[in-house]
């Protein structure tokens, strides 16, 4: 040991707390704080007596075994380079189980602190965010995801899904304090804002699956009659509510009767004949795109208003600009003929041109339109068969060609490194149409181990996921729970653990709630009322 061991204490704690900091608001931050936290872990020797203690810790053991076994299956992945990349990025699931639960358990203090440091950051990028918001919302070809200004959308949702429960339980354990629970409470009301602000859906779903099976289990700690009635009452109206929202978007989605075909008019006002094609039922606010086209009056008056031309033209979205024209002159319950051309506002022209399909689109709730957009593309998925740049029914596709990959290389996974190549020849076997840029990965983190690692590396990671409710106390607990509904509930639609961020916000909280405090019940658990 080179240095005296408060200065070991204080190098640990301060790179945790930087880590901490650094996951929503810089990743230079959380590479330092990794970098401290190993290189202090090893100066600080007692290599003997942690190894006795990590033999005697199956959990830590568990994650270690699945890091190690994605080192084994380099031996039969053919891109070296990209398989050292990936275990780079994996290195978290070797650090955090080794340094977290064979260094001395942190404080009250020191624990309440560090995750403070993270939901304070998260407050603080939430409203810098929130100014980038304010600053673009106008632009209808704004994209929401560029809000998120130091770290993927998805990803930072779930850290303001994680930061809203660690308000909720400072709160609820803020006996006799009332300033520091008001904090708390508006806090924690401020990110339920600002997660729609974000307009991540997978961060949505996640927060209001939070939050329901969170009151779930504070029910067990309620003692009040009256604050019981109220939890059961909401526990029951809630998916109620929500489900009848859903349905009454999709409801609203389809018009009421479809038309008659032998009564659509036949020509304009100018005389061109109406190309009309009933069975291309792809819908617009309840409008067929696919009535009353006429070709030559749409070219002629669109030319006249807009400098991109109508047939090779795009969009500043890179879309053919006639089919966004036709798009949002149907969700005007325009005809689509020199008429409807003439009948646009130069704002209806602006936003064609910058890519908005529908004119719901510049204005409106921005949930009503998210899940307007999720029943468009499944629409037009079961109608057209077409999910080409859509990110939702995409995944499908990406879910579909990873189940094709995991039958063919069930034992044993491609290995470490031949995801990208082993998507690239399947996707070319079944002959998608996905265009390059869209044939992606998995999108779902259970396959994506299955397709890597093969039979042995899907064990050891739901060994990973179950052992720890088997065998800690700790993992029994608010925050926890909390913590493995979000990243747990990620995973079903997200690689969560290809990225640095996803496997750091993974192996990190894993092992600060679980070992980190000697008890969560003594610094930030739930509590009897």
């Keep these: 040991m080179l240095l005296k061991q408060e200065y070991h204490r204080w190098i640990y704690l301060g790179a945790l707390g930087l880590i901490a900091i650094g996951l929503p608001l810089s990743k230079a931050f959380m590479s330092i704080g990794g970098i401290a936290l190993a290189i202090n872990f ?143 409470v508006l806090s924690a009301l401020w990110l339920s804002v600002f997660i729609f602000i974000l307009q991540s859906m997978t961060g949505i779903v996640i927060w209001f699956l939070c939050s329901y099976l969170m009151l779930f289990y504070t029910l067990a700690f309620i003692r009040q009659q009256r604050s019981k009635t109220v939890s059961l009452t909401i526990l029951t109206l809630a998916p109620l509510m929500v489900g009848a929202y859903l349905l009454f978007q999709v409801d609203a989605y389809y018009p009421d009767h479809r038309p008659d075909i032998t009564a659509l008019e036949t020509h304009t006002a100018g005389g061109e004949a109406y190309i009309h094609k009933p069975e291309k039922a792809t819908l617009e606010n309840g409008n067929y795109i696919h009535l009353y086209i006429a070709y030559h009056e749409l070219e002629s008056q669109w030319n006249e208003r807009s400098d991109i031309p109508f047939w090779g033209g795009e969009d500043h979205t890179g ?65 057209e068969k077409r999910v080409q740049g859509h990110s939702v029914t995409q995944r499908f596709v990406y879910w579909r060609t990873g189940w094709h990959i995991l039958k063919e290389n069930w034992l044993v996974g491609v290995g470490t490194g031949d995801a990208p190549l082993a998507f690239e020849e399947m996707y070319e076997r079944i002959g998608s149409n996905l265009s390059e840029q869209n044939r992606l990965r998995a999108h779902n983190q259970y396959l994506s181990v299955g397709i890597l690692l093969g039979l042995a590396g899907m064990v050891l990671f739901i060994l990973a996921i179950i052992a720890p409710f088997l065998l800690l106390k700790n993992a ?37 709630l679980l070992y980190a405090s000697r008890s969560l019940s003594d610094s930030f658990s739930m509590t009897s009322r």
């Design 319 to 383: 879309q053919p600009i006639e089919a966004t024209l036709m798009r949002y002159l149907t969700s005007k319950g325009l005809r689509k003929d020199s008429v409807g051309v003439n009948s646009l506002t130069q704002e209806d022209i602006l936003a064609i041109e910058n890519g908005v399909a529908n004119v719901r689109f510049t204005y409106g709730n921005p949930i009503d339109n998210r899940i307007y957009t999720v029943i468009w593309e499944v629409d037009r998925m079961i109608n």
């Design 42 to 184: 090893i100066l600080e020797g007692q290599y003997r007596s942690r190894l006795r203690r990590l033999v005697q810790q199956p959990v830590p053991t568990l994650f270690i075994a699945f890091y190690l076994l994605h080192v084994l299956s380099i031996l039969w992945s053919s891109d070296l380079d990209r398989a050292l990349w990936d275990l780079r990025v994996r290195l978290p699931l070797l650090l955090f189980p080794l340094v977290i639960p064979l260094s001395k358990p942190l404080e009250k203090s020191e624990f309440r602190s560090i995750v403070l440091l993270f939901t304070a950051a998260v407050i603080a990028t939430s409203f810098l965010s929130t100014w980038e918001f304010l600053r673009i919302k106008d632009d209808p070809a704004a994209d929401y995801r560029t809000i998120s200004l130091f770290t993927s959308h998805i990803r930072y949702s779930l850290m303001v899904c994680i930061g809203y429960l660690f308000l909720l339980n400072l709160a609820w354990n803020a006996k006799g304090r009332p300033i520091i629970r008001w904090t708390a």
């Design 476 to 512: 029994n607990t608010f925050l926890y729970i909390g913590f493995s509904i979000v990243i747990f509930a990620s995973m079903l639609n997200e690689d969560t653990l290809e990225t640095q961020v996803g496997v750091t916000l993974y192996a990190y909280f894993s092992f600060l």
